[in-house]
């Protein structure tokens, strides 16, 4: 979708220079426009993070107008590159501005692919293990709550003008909103853009795909790749993101399944009992088999709250008509009848 914007105010408000007035107009469009404002996003981080060759301005407008051309057609931006604004070191900005003006979004993945690609320095980095979770409040002041047997990284530049953590299996999110320095979460090839406030990410090894889920606001969840499309998460919608293809929505879904952890509540719902194992496994830091394939394949539907590791077992293997065996951290369950 077009913008109302002309370059030089965009080239202004990227490089921070823009007047009160002129910051507010852009941020209430892009409030309602995000896949917009998540382009402009971009251009911020293709220029805060820049490549280390030379920047060609007139030989970036040629191959832009070309991108633009092949993805759309006969329309193409009218500006050439005498028309834009050259003062340094934001001339990079105003091409990319130009283009985002006469084409929208269709410029993500050539802004995407200016993007520094190299691999973030990790100075901090926060480990849950087996049977434990943890909150953690981070520099911006938004806080992060890490489920059992997970990890989360972020570089020593965090804030500075962009905020990316990677995650290693499941965290909820409550962000400091700053629609000026991003917040996105990498798991597993994928990205989670904050549009909003709450969500929860999962991202398990065991998983085919990584799930979304946003308890308020929105989320933007995509692939980490230049041409990836996005899908725009509301309020009680459920995402998933498999290795490849496009994100999948669910709405209306029960956010409580997906959040009751950060309260201490584990959810089992609508699984098989060996799709269930490895959460009981990092709930109660417990190695589990299943010696019967036919209990494995057994449906479950439970809730778990303070109940103690004997206290679950009974009560699972009530339910499903087994028995279980313990030696030291070893589980073993199996049906009471051959």
């Keep these: 979708m077009p913008d109302p914007f002309e370059p030089e105010l965009i080239d202004r408000y990227l490089a921070d220079d823009a007047s009160a007035a002129e910051v507010a107009r852009i941020d209430a469009y892009r409030a309602a426009h995000p896949e917009w404002g998540a382009t402009l996003d971009a251009l911020r981080d293709a220029v805060a993070h ?29 500006l050439s590159s005498s028309e834009l ?10 091409i990319a501005a130009a283009a985002l003006i006469a084409v929208g979004t269709a410029t993500w993945g050539f802004v995407r692919s200016h993007a520094s ?29 890490l489920n059992a047997g997970s990890r989360l990284r972020w570089a020593t530049d965090f804030a500075a003008r962009t905020r ?13 909103h700053d629609p000026t320095r991003p917040f996105r979460v990498h798991a597993r090839g994928a990205v989670a853009h904050d549009l909003g406030t709450r969500f929860t990410v999962r991202a398990y090894d065991e998983l085919a ?24 998460l509301a309020t009680g919608q459920l995402g998933r993101l498999g290795a490849s293809g ?20 584990l959810v089992l719902e609508g699984m098989t009992l060996a799709e269930a194992l490895p959460q009981l496994e990092r709930w109660y830091d417990a190695q589990i ?7 494995a394949a057994r449906r479950v539907s439970a ?13 699972l293997t009530l339910a499903l008509g087994a028995k279980w065996q313990q030696s030291g951290r070893s589980i073993t369950l199996s049906s009471s009848t051959p």
């Design 246 to 265: 496009s994100p999948s929505v669910e709405s209306n879904v029960a956010v409580d399944r997906w959040t009751a952890w950060t309260s201490g509540s």
């Design 289 to 295: 088999t299943i010696a019967d394939p036919r209990l």
């Design 117 to 145: 690609t190299a691999e973030p320095t990790f100075a901090n980095e926060i480990v849950t293990p087996n049977g434990a979770r943890q909150t953690i409040t981070l520099g911006d002041g938004s806080r992060v709550t």
């Design 50 to 78: 820049p490549t280390s060759r030379d920047w060609d301005d007139a030989a970036a407008w040629s191959r832009l107008q070309s991108r633009i051309g092949a993805e759309n057609g006969s329309r193409r931006p009218t």
């Design 209 to 232: 795909q990584i799930e979304v889920v946003v308890a308020e606001g929105s989320v933007s969840l995509r692939h980490d790749r230049a041409d990836a499309d996005s899908a725009i």
């Design 303 to 315: 809730r778990f709250h303070d109940e103690t590791l004997p206290q679950m077992l009974d009560a």
């Design 164 to 176: 990316d953590v990677y995650l290693d299996g499941e965290a909820f999110f409550v962000v400091t």
């Design 85 to 94: 604004p050259t003062h340094k070191p934001f001339a990079r900005w105003a």
